[in-house]
């Protein structure tokens, strides 16, 4: 039985994955953990009406939804980076760089999250944007949010994460 031929940058999309995702975990982490502490010592954004730092910790999901339900939230967030992994490694040799920097940025939002839920027992948040009352957030949360969007986005205009 002959052996399917992978395209011959599939190792390099392989690894080009397992890179950026440890780049954007560590960057994550190590900015969360500076904000953090940063804020715990007073640090603030110059007064303005549009974004300030609120130290929070949330033991729920988005907008605090889930609260009691710390272990169903760690499920799924392993299921979900479970799920994205073996994505991308299947189908690394024929999707766009651009399509596995998105889902990386995802995975790395969902991991953090889901480290610190580990860890700590909840998830930090310290981002408030005072205009419009929105709930607090941190960095991770930004990563899962602009990358889904940026994912539809290339889903809508017909790139579906391959190579173009």
């Known amino acids: 039985m002959a052996r399917k031929k992978q395209p011959q940058n599939l190792w390099s999309k392989i690894i080009y994955l397992f890179v950026m995702l440890a780049g954007f975990i560590c ?3 190590y900015l969360s953990d500076l904000i953090t502490s940063n804020v715990k010592h007073g640090f603030n954004f110059p007064p303005n ?3 300030t730092l609120s130290y ?6 988005a907008f605090s939804i ?5 272990l169903l939230l760690e499920i799924l967030a392993v299921l979900a980076l479970i799920f994205l992994l073996a994505y991308v490694i299947r189908h690394a040799g024929t999707m766009s760089y651009t399509g596995i920097t998105w889902l990386t940025v995802l995975m790395s939002g ?3 999250n889901l480290f610190e839920r580990m ?3 909840y998830v930090r948040d310290y981002f408030y944007f005072k205009f419009v009352e929105f709930p607090i957030f941190n960095i991770s949360d930004i990563a899962i949010n602009v990358s889904i969007v940026a994912i539809i986005y290339l889903l809508l205009t017909r790139a579906q994460l391959k190579q173009l």
């Open 56 to 61: 929070v910790k949330n033991t729920g999901a």
């Open 66 to 70: 889930l609260q009691n339900y710390p």
């Open 49 to 51: 009406d549009f974004i």
């Open 119 to 121: 860890t700590l027992g």
């Open 110 to 112: 969902i991991f953090c």
């Open 27 to 29: 960057a994550n982490c």
